[in-house]
């Protein structure tokens, strides 16, 4: 079987790996352009680029694939089947009608909730105790097309973002390993996803980190790791955000909201929420360094009873 794969992450990277180390002819890797990452801005190759690199697997790149070049490109690759993993844009109808046998998704939800590009961040945010993954064809939409396997995951308790993605990267590639053997044997049912259990989640935004400790102090805590490492929780103090890493939920305490509560000397900063209290275990102040909070506490105690900004 000749694929073509197209995928940008890291969540990408071990379904890509996956389809090499498991012999497919993969024909090329299309990806999105390389970017400037960095307060130097330094042009960076996508993680899956890398990958492709290393393995002689040749790259297209286009900031429209859509575009009449990308098209042709495609065509030319002559693929039996395409493969996508948080490819990062919408293709078009007559790029899905180039593979004689489609394109397969890997999306990073239990479809059909959490549509969209951001489904463990919003899974996360949502305080959901499950997480997964779903191989679908795709179709015209975003991650509407009829769906084929699914792999489901408890999230932990105490798990962030990145942590929750290089999981179900794995669990993707695997699954997606599985899906194109049954097509292969002719085997695969793809099911119709039910419009009303549907969810769309956007893209997301600097602001969603910003933390309103009138909130309930789980859903801080949940806010906190869903944003990891982007675009990351803070909340302001004079001088500018304070940018927190890591936390933990104290829903026995009370007091104020966005007061500072007492703690002992091992302790992170603790402050009241709406409900329960919010314990800050590691932190970066402006100018500073990330460090964990009872070692900056240590050199600059914020007193109890100081009211931060929610």
Partial sequence: MRVVF????????????ALLEKGYEVAALVTQP??????????????????ALERNVPVLQFEKLRVRAGREALEALKPDLMVTAAFGQILSQRILDIPPMGVVNVHASLLPKYRGPAPINWCLLNG?????????????????????LKAETDILPDEDAAQLTERL???GAELLL????????????????????????PMLTRELGHLDFHENCVRL???VRALQPWPGAYFEREGGAVKVFRTRAL????????????????DGLVIACGRGALEVLEMQVP??????AADYLRGKPILPGTLLGG
């Fill in 128 to 148: 959901e105790k499950k997480a997964g993954v779903t191989t679908m064809f795709t179709e015209r939409g975003v991650d509407t097309g009829p769906m084929l």
């Fill in 251 to 266: 829903p026995e305490k009370s007091g104020t909201p966005g007061q500072v509560l007492p703690s002992g000397p091992k």
């Fill in 34 to 51: 390389d970017r400037p990452v960095g307060r130097k801005q330094t042009l960076t190759p996508p993680p899956t680029k890398l990958l």
């Fill in 287 to 292: 100018g500073g360094k990330r460090m964990r």
């Fill in 169 to 171: 990267s794995h669990m």
């Fill in 178 to 201: 599985q899906t194109l053997s049954a097509l292969e044997k002719g085997t695969l049912k793809a099911v119709p996803q039910n419009e009303e259990d549907a969810s769309y989640y």
């Fill in 6 to 17: 197209m995928g940008t992450p890291e969540f990408a990277v071990p379904s890509f790996k």
């Fill in 221 to 223: 805590h949940d806010r």
